[in-house]
């Protein structure tokens, strides 16, 4: 029986680890959508800058702030991004409460 419910919750955690990476790659595909609409040649600058002087690095937060301000499709994507931040550590913290209660209970199993 022990055995049975960790299959079906080793099941329902993969399950939603594979749901949560599908979102969060949407997320990161829409952060570099919103990135190209906001800067020349796809904002290839922010993510790979090259760095001269600390004049450089100033220019570069700057870019990045003008990229961050909030618009109503930013704050969109932050809330999806908080979700799947929000569903990792749960289920971090879920797997982790699993394997404390299954040792605890049947430590034969363990």
Request: cysteine-free; charged content about 15%.
């Amino acid at each position: 029986m022990v055995d049975a419910i960790l299959r079906l919750t080793v099941l329902a955690v993969l399950a939603l680890t594979a749901l949560n990476a599908l979102q969060a790659g949407a997320v990161v595909i829409r952060l570099v959508r919103h990135v190209a609409r906001r800067q020349p040649h796809f904002g290839l600058h922010l993510w790979l800058p090259a760095f001269t002087s600390v004049s450089d690095i100033r220019d570069w937060l700057t870019a990045w702030r003008g990229v961050l301000r909030p618009d109503p499709a930013f704050v969109a994507l932050r809330a999806d991004a908080r979700q799947v931040i929000g569903r990792h550590l749960y289920l971090a913290l879920l797997s982790q409460t699993w394997a404390m209660a299954v040792s605890a209970l049947a430590p034969r199993l363990v």
